[in-house]
């Protein structure tokens, strides 16, 4: 019997002895650890993230309207749950908050702040503006000059690089003062170029000396409440959505401010998480399938420890000693690099222009400590993985001494997932949006879990596949490896997982995107029938339009606006709030303007109350001409609108039209900036294109004419940032999984020396046993990538119907990469260690 000393003494010399089979798996659990700290930090960096505050930075407390919609339904057999989405337009606060404000004890001023924009009156960008009043929020305060004092002075921001006496937007600069490019007008005039008269996008209150934050916005909200006051959308928001003023102290300022940052937030949270759980799936297949090799080819060394009188207890407590010595290194090493690969992508996000504008990004020092716990993750993992993996040699009779093969139960379980895999995939085809992608990624997570227990019958079953072309063109080397891949089709199997995982995730990730993608561009290309197209960065005026449809040679004038809109839905009982892409027309003409491919009802009858839907989510809501849907606009007010029109290229347009009226009234930025023109049947197209720029350059100075291309897709908040970090996500845990190949490769060789000694015993040239490994390594390439590219395939083609109605598309690049990468990691792993193998006699 082994006592208790020699259990360590055991677990001491199995690390020496296998010092050769353990370095081979401790690169991919250093990597494993790296990729798993660097996951948990970016999540805990995005979770503590909040738009910055830097326009109202010196106000201790700011007043704004409620930047938030809710939802509230009753899941089947629960309780009610109440889900919150960001709005992405200004919710305003009325002017006479002002008042009551001003009354408060403790404050010493309460002062109006509104963003707006200046016309250059050139082909120049217009220029931000803020009242001077405003600057003291920040503050901001003069350099140069002095204050201004009627509506034709102003005061430039120091990023405008002007001095006093300069013409900026048509107004005379008389000062000049600190922080970026800003023109401050008087307040007057920064009253009636907002726009809106009666309400302010936010109200800084600045304390008396001695009055604390705490105190003052206490007081506040008590003022507020007896006053009554809501914000401007409150007569319209939907039943049970808040319209209360908010006291926002603190960072939670930042809402107010840039309002882009909390959804940019939310999106990128939704990504991390994804891209985490994906990370940890293929972390616990390598761990698993590592740890499960590594201890298959020792199977006779621990059957010999029973034999000799090694208990159960004693034969695990051996194993996960040793698989924790060797682990605990490994991941400590990826838990430090960890921290040098989040920087990176910190910086890389900030260097391309792809973090979200005005979202800010913490790193406390204690949030570099997630990576030991990752670690500890790693090693925890691997050590129950080694458990499972020798639990039924601990559990066999000291004297069995079969090495045992695959069983049917295994067989049958593979064939169970293969089975499930194919179902989640046809569920898939008949869902929409997140439905349709977390049936198509169960899909193929289950496909190569079930490839990865049918590895030995599917390896065995290639052999006899290509028994022909290995005998005809490897000679004695190919009778070997297929004498081999009969024999211990296990081993053959397990190298197989791995190759299976990196050609599934690789082709599932890339084709996905690449054919959305591929799907918008083309959808793009068709939607727009006009001839030119109009832009305006300052904003035509309303007369615009009319001159220019009475322009000769003109046809349609269509003016656009984009926004997003909420809807409010049920999903398998769960509430549901989906920010969604809305495009606002001019409806008169737009059919001779854009090509929406209606499949039902007419775009003629568009105008406000009516709104025409995408077929994809008239499909998933069973919305038709006639039905009725209620969405909230950006501002959080709600409406019913009567259906009148479906169509096709949502991807393109958005998954709403609606006439332009009804959007901008509840838009931040209601500037015509896009106009489509449609030139008539006969029309000379040179003459019209003068004849439309004459008019913008009497009514709109600045405006340019040009060809109308492809309209610009809808854009999600944070999408740049999203797409930076997908495309490191797969690279990684492509490498990962290539690495991995590596690794169990390396470790069947492992174990083959006694075999190869054999072989060179019998008289076998180098160049024999390279051609077997050669085949071999044939073998398992096409394997692999047969069964990876139909595990991707199954659940990309029901992905790509749910979303865009197309067969799924890869680029010949993408995927001559993922083919080259599995091959290299196969060459890697299995023609390599041979060089040394076979130079000694």
Not at 614 to 640: C, K, M, N, W, Y
Request: net charge positive.
């Amino acid at each position: 019997m082994v006592r208790g000393s020699g259990v360590r003494l055991l677990a001491r010399r199995a690390g020496q002895q296998h010092r050769a089979a353990w370095s081979t798996t401790l690169a991919a659990l250093a990597l494993t650890s790296l990729l798993l700290g660097a996951a948990a930090l970016s999540v805990a960096s995005v979770a503590l993230g909040q738009p910055g505050v830097t326009a109202r930075a010196g106000a201790p407390v700011v007043v704004a309207g409620n930047q938030n919609t809710r939802f509230t339904a009753k899941p089947w057999g629960s309780e009610a749950e109440t889900v919150h989405a960001a709005l992405t337009e200004r919710v305003r606060v009325p002017r006479a908050a002002l008042g009551v404000l001003r009354e408060v004890e403790g404050v010493r001023a309460a002062v109006p702040d509104d963003e707006f924009t200046i016309r250059t009156g050139a082909g120049d960008p217009p220029l931000p503006g803020r009242s001077w009043e405003a600057a003291s929020l920040t503050p901001y305060g003069l350099r140069e000059g002095r204050p201004p004092r009627t509506p034709g002075e102003v005061v430039a921001g120091a990023g405008l690089r002007a001095g006093p006496g300069q013409r900026l937007a048509g107004r005379r600069v008389v000062g000049v003062a600190e922080g970026p490019g800003v023109l401050y007008v008087t307040a007057t005039e920064a009253r009636r170029l907002a726009g809106h008269p009666s309400s302010v996008d936010a109200i800084g209150v600045l304390a008396e000396p001695g009055t604390s934050t705490r105190q003052l916005s206490a007081r506040v909200r008590v003022a507020l409440g007896r006053a009554r006051l809501k914000d401007t959308s409150a007569a319209s928001r939907a039943e049970g959505d808040p319209a209360g003023l908010r006291v926002l102290t603190g960072d939670g300022r930042g809402a107010a401010e840039n309002l882009g940052g909390t959804p940019a937030r939310s999106a990128l949270l939704e990504l991390l998480g994804s891209v985490t759980a994906s990370l940890v799936l293929v972390a616990l297949l390598v761990i698993c399938s590592l740890a499960a090799q590594a201890l298959h080819q020792r199977e006779p060394e621990l059957r010999l420890l029973r034999t000799i009188g090694a208990t159960p207890r004693q034969l695990r407590a051996a194993v996960g000693r040793e698989v924790s010595r060797k682990a605990a290194p490994a991941a400590l090493w990826g838990a430090l690099l960890a921290v040098p690969a989040f920087l990176a992508l910190h910086t890389a996000l900030v260097a391309r222009g792809a973090r979200p504008e005005g979202l800010v990004l913490p790193t406390p020092v204690w949030m570099f400590l997630l990576p030991l716990g990752t670690a500890a993750l790693t090693v925890g993992v691997a050590r129950l993985a080694a458990l499972l993996a020798c639990a039924r040699v601990a559990r066999g009779r000291p004297a069995d001494s079969t090495g045992g093969g695959s069983g049917k139960g295994r067989k049958a379980a593979g064939l169970i997932l293969l089975t499930a895999g194919a179902s989640s995939a046809g569920t898939a085809a008949l869902q929409r949006g997140e439905a349709a992608a977390a049936a198509a990624g169960a899909a193929a997570v289950t496909l190569v879990i079930g490839c990865a227990l049918l590895g030995p019958w599917i390896a065995a079953a290639a052999v006899r596949l290509l028994r022909g072309p290995l005998r005809k063109l490897g000679g004695v080397g190919g009778r070997l490896a297929e004498t081999y891949g009969t024999a211990d089709s296990r081993r053959l199997g397990a190298a197989l997982t791995p190759v299976v995982l990196v050609t599934a995730f690789a082709g599932v990730q890339l084709s996905a995107t690449a054919t959305v993608d591929d799907q918008t561009s083309r959808q793009a290309a068709r939607a727009v029938r006009a001839d030119l197209a109009v832009t305006a960065p300052g904003g035509l005026p309303a007369a615009a339009l009319d001159r220019l449809r009475d322009t000769d040679g003109v046809a349609a004038v269509t003016g656009l606006a984009r926004s997003t809109v909420v809807l409010a839905r049920k999903e398998t009982g769960e509430p549901r709030l989906e920010r969604l892409p809305a495009l606002g027309v001019t409806p008169h003409g737009v059919t001779a303007t854009l090509a929406s491919d209606v499949r039902e009802g007419s775009l003629a009858a568009l105008r406000p109350g009516r709104i025409a839907v995408g077929a994809d989510r008239a499909r998933s809501q069973g919305l038709h001409p006639g039905s009725t849907v209620r969405i909230r606009f950006g501002d959080g007010a709600e409406r019913a609108l009567r259906v009148v029109a479906v169509y096709e290229r949502s991807l393109a347009l958005g998954d709403f039209l609606l006439s332009r009226t009804e959007l901008i009234r509840h838009t931040t930025d209601n500037r015509l900036t896009r106009v489509l023109v449609a030139t008539a049947p006969g029309a000379d197209p040179a003459r019209t294109r003068a004849a439309v720029q004459r008019v913008l350059d009497t009514t709109a100075p600045g405006a340019r004419t040009g060809p109308a291309g492809p309209p610009t897709p809808p854009r999600t908040e944070g999408e740049d940032a999203a797409r930076l970090i997908s495309g490191i996500a797969v690279t990684a845990i492509a490498a990962l999984a290539a690495l991995t190949v590596v690794s169990t490769l390396r470790l069947v060789q492992a174990g083959r020396r006694r075999e190869f000694a054999l072989l060179r015993v019998l008289g076998a040239v180098r160049g024999q046993l390279r051609r077997m490994l050669a085949a071999e390594a044939t073998v398992l390439t096409l394997a692999g990538l047969a069964c990876g590219a139909a595990a991707a395939v199954l659940p990309l083609t029901a992905l790509s119907f749910a979303l865009a109605r197309s067969l799924p598309s890869l680029p010949l690049s993408q995927a001559a990469a993922v083919v080259a990468l599995a091959t290299a990691a196969i060459t890697a792993g299995m023609l390599w260690p041979i060089r040394e193998r076979t130079r000694s006699r």
